[in-house]
C-alpha cells in the first residue's frame, strides 16, 4: 500500500512539473512573439515615415501650378525685355596709320554715323631702318566712342532690346535641389532698332542681320523659372541665363 501511495504521489508531481513547464513555455514563447511583433512594428514605423519623407516631394511641387503666358512675359520683361544690347564691331581707342587704307575705311564708316570720333594723330611705330626694328614718329588717326551720340555707350553701339514673341511649352513645376523648377521654351525679337543699322551693310555683320531679320524669324530659347516668395522668377542659382 505504502508504495502504491508513493506511486501516486510521483505521478501527481510529474503532471504538475509538466503543467508548468508547458505554462513556462506558453511564457516565453509568448514574449519571443512580443518582441518579434515590437520590431517587426518598429520596421514598418520606418518604412511608412520614409515612404511619407519621399511623397512630400512630389506632392509639394504638384500643389504650384505652372506659370501662364501672362506672368512669363512679365518674368521675361522683367529680365531681358529693359537690357539694352550693344555692338562693338571694332577696340577703341586706337590709332591707325594713314598708309592702312583698308583699316581706315572700315573705321570712318562708323565715324560718318557719327558713332565714333576721329582725329589726327602723331604716334611712334615699329619701323625696319637700316635692316632694323626703329620706333619712329608716324602719321595717322586716333578714333575712339563718340561720347555725345546717345546710342553710344562704353559696350559700343545700341541695336536694340529683347521682346518675347511667343511661348512654345512649359514644362510642369518638379522639384529640383529643394527648389521648384518649370522649364520655358520660347522665341523672341529684337526692337527698338535704331536708324543707323539702316544705313550700313549689314551682311557683313550677321549679329546685325539676325537682330534685323528676327520678327520674321525669331530667336529661340529655354530659360528656367523657379517658384520663390509666391511668385515665379527666373531660375539664377546655376548662374546666369543669356540669352546668347
Sequence with gaps: MLSMKYAIQNLHLRAMNSRWV??????????????RLAVLGSKWRAWIALSCALMIMPVEAATVTKPTEAQIAQVFNQYYGQKLMFFKP?????EVERIHKSLVAELDQWVKLDLLTRKNSRFLAEKMMYGEPRMVSVGGF????NPDNPWVSQQGFFYG???LKEVFTVSPPSEIA???????YLSWYVVDQPDWINKIDIKQYRLLKRAS????????KRIYLVFTENRWKLWTTKGEQKLF
Design 22 to 35: 508547458r505554462k513556462m513555455s506558453l511564457h516565453i514563447n509568448s514574449n519571443a512573439q512580443k518582441h
Design 90 to 94: 571694332v577696340e577703341v581707342p586706337q
Design 142 to 145: 586716333q578714333y575712339d566712342l
Design 161 to 163: 532690346r529683347p521682346k
Design 178 to 184: 529643394a527648389e521648384i523648377v518649370c522649364e520655358v
Design 213 to 220: 531679320e528676327s520678327f520674321k524669324q525669331p530667336f529661340e
